[in-house]
């Protein structure tokens, strides 16, 4: 992952437009006919905008993201703070400690949602990741 580049924050709004476009968005539909979306809830959303290295708008230098996690491979805690929707199965269940295959799945999440700009599925809970897994991949061995 890459930083911004110096002084993008600090744009103005032509020279964004510019580089990055006008912003494409999507009206949110309600659920019912006739309702509204719901108090709280914004009228339509925002498509994530595209970021490059060529418009100018990253830095060369790159940006590493490590969920406040970080251990000698030697010595690995007993659990990771590394959010469910990004942990390696094994993590999310419990059966083996953390190690360097953790770190690469999470990292292989993290290049999916750069790639696609979308990512897997956020989900907060343990069962939640697992159901999608099993979607994904198959049913989870008996004993799990």
Same mark, same amino acid.
């Given at each position: &992952?890459?930083?911004? =580049?110096? *002084? /993008?924050?600090?744009?103005? $709004?032509?020279?964004t ?5 006008? @912003? ?13 979306? *719901?108090?709280? /809830? ?12 060529? !418009? *100018?708008?990253?830095?060369?230098? /790159?940006?590493? !993201?490590?969920?406040?996690? !970080?251990? $000698? =491979?030697? %010595?690995?805690? !007993? ?6 929707? +990004? ?5 999310i269940? *419990?059966?083996?400690? @953390? ?8 990292? &292989? ?10 990512? /897997? =599925? ?6 939640d990741?697992?159901? $999608?897994?099993? +979607?994904?991949?198959?049913? &989870? @061995? $008996? %004993?799990?």
């Open positions: &992952m890459f930083d911004l =580049a110096h *002084g /993008v924050d600090r744009w103005p $709004e032509e020279k437009l510019q580089v990055l476009g006008q @912003p494409v968005t999507a009206k949110l539909v309600p659920l019912r006919r006739g309702e509204d979306v *719901g108090p709280g /809830v914004p009228k339509y959303v925002v498509v994530a905008a595209r970021f490059d290295y060529y !418009s *100018g708008s990253l830095a060369a230098s /790159v940006a590493v !993201s490590h969920f406040g996690v !970080s251990f $000698e =491979a030697a %010595n690995p805690p !007993s659990e990771t703070r590394i959010p469910p929707r +990004c942990s390696a199965p094994e993590d269940l *419990g059966i083996a400690p @953390p190690r360097f295959t953790t770190d690469v799945w999470a990292l &292989m999440v993290k290049i999916l949602e750069i790639v696609t700009r979308t990512g /897997v =599925a956020h989900f907060d809970s343990v069962i990741v697992l159901g $999608e897994l099993e +979607c994904i991949a198959g049913p &989870m @061995p $008996e %004993n799990y």
